[in-house]
């Protein structure tokens, strides 16, 4: 198990024999693509929503893109014969994440090694932090693969909470309707333009264009849904009647992916 926001490293190798299973959990595990997932991946898929059902929790979807992030290292363990978070050479998690294009606040993962799925799944439900992971609320995507080698299954479960994809256009807007809620009214009027407070976003400090804001509020978050709670104690005050919205790229390449914006208030 691997949260990149703990950045805690647990896992567990099983050394059990062969218990009797269906041999059809490992011969469809073998030589599947992540368009097409084997039986003993959607098992374990399965065997995770119906524990998050019974417990309340929202049923995680598959994400294609996320089960590529997890096929590549469930090869790297096949090809090790061992298991790990993370192998020398082999980009982390969240990187691995990054890489194959999934947008993510939030990223995590499960690793085992037994001789069936059935096994693995009781194997993470009975790890403290395996359980965690596979009942964490705030994931909601999941990306599973097991690889086969020499009767052995390697399986990965790479969870995640998604960030949606928007222009800066789409994010820029997204904040002006919340603002709007709120009273203010989005002008270019206030001395400053969109591409001002773009401008702005970036900078560490300070301020873009002619005019300078009587407030300035930057902030990254992973979902656009309402405003920091700082904002709206400033928009509480009354003293503050237009606003201009600029949003811009990350500027690092953390292992996060989220929105940052700025919000320049005037009078």
């Known amino acids: 198990m691997r949260q990149v926001n703990q950045l805690q490293r647990i896992f567990f190798k099983s050394t059990l024999v062969l218990c009797s299973l269906s041999c059809a959990l490992v011969l469809q595990a073998k030589g599947q693509s992540t368009d097409s ?11 995770a929503n119906q524990e998050r059902i ?8 598959r994400d294609p893109v996320l089960a590529k992030a997890a096929a590549y290292h469930a090869q790297q363990m096949a090809e090790h014969g061992d298991i790990s978070h993370e192998f020398p050479g082999e980009p982390d998690l ?16 499960n690793v085992a090694e037994a001789p069936d799925s ?5 194997m993470w439900m009975h790890s403290e ?9 705030n994931v909601n995507v999941v990306g599973i693969s097991v690889v086969v080698r020499e009767d052995q299954l390697y399986a990965v479960e790479d969870f995640a909470s998604t960030v949606e994809s928007l222009t800066l256009n789409e994010q820029e807007s997204t ?13 270019s009027s206030a001395g400053a333009t969109t591409d001002d407070a773009r401008q702005t976003c970036v900078m560490p400090t300070g301020h873009a264009g ?9 902030y990254t978050a992973s979902t656009l849904t309402e405003l920091p709670n700082q904002l709206k104690t400033r928009l509480s005050t009354g003293k503050y009647h237009q606003a201009i919205v600029g949003a811009c790229p990350a500027t ?16």
């Open 210 to 218: 002619a005019r300078k804001p009587w407030y300035i509020m930057r």
């Open 94 to 109: 969240s990187a691995r994440g990054a890489n194959a294009g999934v947008h993510f606040s939030l990223i995590s993962e």
């Open 118 to 122: 059935v096994l693995i799944h009781d």
């Open 37 to 47: 997932p084997s039986v003993a991946e959607q098992y374990l898929l399965a065997a």
């Open 54 to 61: 019974a417990r309340g929790l929202p049923k995680l979807e």
């Open 252 to 267: 690092d390449a953390g292992p996060f992916t989220a929105y940052n914006i700025a919000v320049l208030l005037y009078p």
């Open 175 to 187: 904040v002006a309707t919340l603002l709007t809620r709120s009273g203010m009214t989005i002008t």
């Open 129 to 137: 932090g395996h359980r965690a992971n596979l009942l964490d609320p």
